[in-house]
């Protein structure tokens, strides 16, 4: 089976600072790296080096052809990325000594994907693929009602969260995940709780508090492992990727949470996004 993402590209430029900035503050940083990034090249990345067949749909500009470049050295193939006459979509992402992070997001070419690429790639989709989205692209809904029209199984990943984005999506997903906040969100906004959702899959993330699987019988919890982080920064995205290309490969939910899970608890460990994300041989030999 292979893996169809919908999915923004970013160049991430990532500042280390002593602490997070407030209002008016103006701080120096002790450094400064730039990364690929974007949750949708992070994703890509992780499903790729967790060993699953992995097709990008994208856009960039004719400053981020490296970007493509790049995922395409990481195992991505790319042909569905294309490029557009404006910006590539640029983060600016503050990192505290702790690990915490703030970041300052240009959409550029990732709001700008045309309707053609989409449709080029879906053609070459089989039933029982996965097709990925995440609220940093244009043609979400589109491409969650082709994929569940195409027998497709379709993943949302919740954020950015736009409590409207996500309704507009719901009908069509098979697994959704999102963070605690962006739950709280979501409940605000429909009355639903998780396990009340009209999905198949929910996954709550809960940061150092780990994870809650809502299925087809009951929640189950999943406890995170103890590191000491450096950078969250790209982790969530690593964590889904990893589920995903878990499941793409027959694994079972909780299996493949389990390797999500070690996936980011090594992730939280480095410095920068898409480009340190652990391979599947790392994260079978981590023994926490």
């Known amino acids: 089976m292979a893996i169809w993402n919908l999915g923004s590209i970013n160049v991430d430029i990532v500042?280390?600072?002593p602490h997070i900035l407030a209002p008016g503050e103006t701080l120096a940083s002790t450094q400064r790296d730039t990364f690929l990034g974007g949750k949708g090249a992070n994703m890509s990345v992780a499903a790729a080096r967790a060993a699953a067949r992995v097709n990008h749909i994208g856009a960039v500009g004719h400053d981020g052809v490296w970007a493509s470049d790049r995922l395409l050295e990481y195992g991505v193939d790319t042909r569905n990325i294309t490029v557009l006459d404006t910006d590539t979509?640029?983060?600016?992402i503050m990192v505290d000594p702790h690990g915490e992070n703030a970041i300052v997001l240009h959409p550029g070419a990732n709001v700008e994907i045309p309707q053609t690429v989409l449709q080029t790639a879906m053609a070459e989709a089989q039933t029982?693929?996965?097709?990925?989205l995440q609220n940093e692209t244009n043609l979400q809904r589109t491409a969650a009602r082709m994929g569940k029209k195409m027998?497709?199984?379709?993943a949302y990943a919740a954020a950015p969260f736009d409590a409207d984005r996500v309704m507009a999506v719901l009908p069509y997903l098979d697994f959704l995940i999102l963070n605690a906040v962006e739950a709280a969100q979501l409940q605000a906004a429909t009355?639903?709780?998780p396990q009340d959702l009209p999905v198949r899959d929910v996954i709550v993330t809960l940061g150092?508090?780990?994870a809650d699987w809502y299925?087809?019988?009951?929640?189950?919890?999943?406890?995170a492992i103890n590191v000491d982080p450096v950078d969250t920064t790209g982790a969530g995205d690593t964590f889904t990727g990893y589920v995903l290309a878990g499941l793409d490969r027959g694994m079972t939910m909780e299996?493949?949470?389990g390797q999500a899970t070690k996936a980011s608890a090594l992730m939280v460990t480095r410095h920068g996004t898409a480009d340190v994300i652990p391979d599947l041989s790392e994260v079978t030999a981590f023994r926490p």
């Open 151 to 154: 027998g497709l199984r379709v």
């Open 89 to 92: 979509a640029q983060a600016i």
């Open 208 to 210: 150092a508090d780990g």
């Open 255 to 257: 299996q493949a949470i």
């Open 191 to 193: 009355g639903q709780e």
């Open 215 to 223: 299925g087809p019988s009951k929640k189950q919890h999943f406890v």
């Open 128 to 132: 029982g693929d996965w097709i990925v």
């Open 15 to 17: 500042y280390a600072v």
